[in-house]
């Protein structure tokens, strides 16, 4: 049985690599962290890869979230002092199937430490463009609509 695809996305250089999303960050981290999460949202949603974000952080600790409940969707916070690089290059030392990943970042270190494990690369403007077309093809969740599914028809 064949790995199932894993994308790892560099969070901040995506964030700082994207106008809008830069801007955004400027007025809110959390609002800016907060789309790239729904954009990627859409790459695990459109071909079924299991996708972890990875941003640095300011605990003492690594911390893990699954803000849809979902295994195969993490958001990750490093710790105070390891950079989000260093948690990439540690998952792509350590991952088992290093050729079934594949790395979005600009980063040229990150981007080589990706391809000499044996993991894809994509660049930040080629994901976001890819992401774009997956978030207009595919409806709403349920939780991101506000509402449960239901007539609407007024009776």
Same mark, same amino acid.
């Given at each position: 049985?064949?790995? *199932?695809?894993h994308v790892i996305i560099d969070g901040f250089n995506v964030v700082f690599g994207v106008q809008?999303?830069? !801007?955004?960050? $400027? ?6 962290? +907060? ?5 990627? *949202?859409?790459?695990?949603?459109? !071909? ?14 690594? @911390?893990?979230? /699954?803000?849809? $409940?979902?295994? @195969?969707?993490?958001?990750? /916070?490093?710790? #105070? /002092? ?7 290059? $540690?998952?792509?030392? %350590?991952?088992?199937?290093?050729? %079934? ?10 981007? !080589? +430490?990706?391809?000499? #494990? ?11 463009? @890819?992401?774009?077309?997956?978030t207009r093809l595919r409806p709403p969740r349920r939780d991101e609509a506000g509402h449960g599914?239901? #007539? $609407?028809?007024?009776?």
């Amino acid at each position: 049985m064949a790995a *199932q695809p894993h994308v790892i996305i560099d969070g901040f250089n995506v964030v700082f690599g994207v106008q809008n999303l830069g !801007d955004l960050f $400027r007025i809110s981290p959390d609002a800016a962290k +907060a789309e790239l999460i729904k954009l990627a *949202q859409a790459t695990h949603d459109g !071909d079924g890869s299991q996708v972890t974000l990875v941003f640095d952080g300011k605990g003492k600790r690594l @911390q893990v979230e /699954h803000p849809f $409940r979902d295994e @195969q969707f993490t958001v990750v /916070h490093a710790p #105070s /002092h390891i950079s989000a690089d260093g948690v990439i290059e $540690r998952m792509l030392s %350590r991952a088992r199937f290093p050729d %079934r990943m594949t790395v979005v970042s600009n980063d040229h270190m990150i981007r !080589d +430490a990706a391809i000499a #494990s044996g993991a894809g690369v994509q660049s930040v403007n080629s994901w976001m463009e @890819q992401s774009s077309k997956s978030t207009r093809l595919r409806p709403p969740r349920r939780d991101e609509a506000g509402h449960g599914f239901g #007539s $609407r028809i007024p009776l």
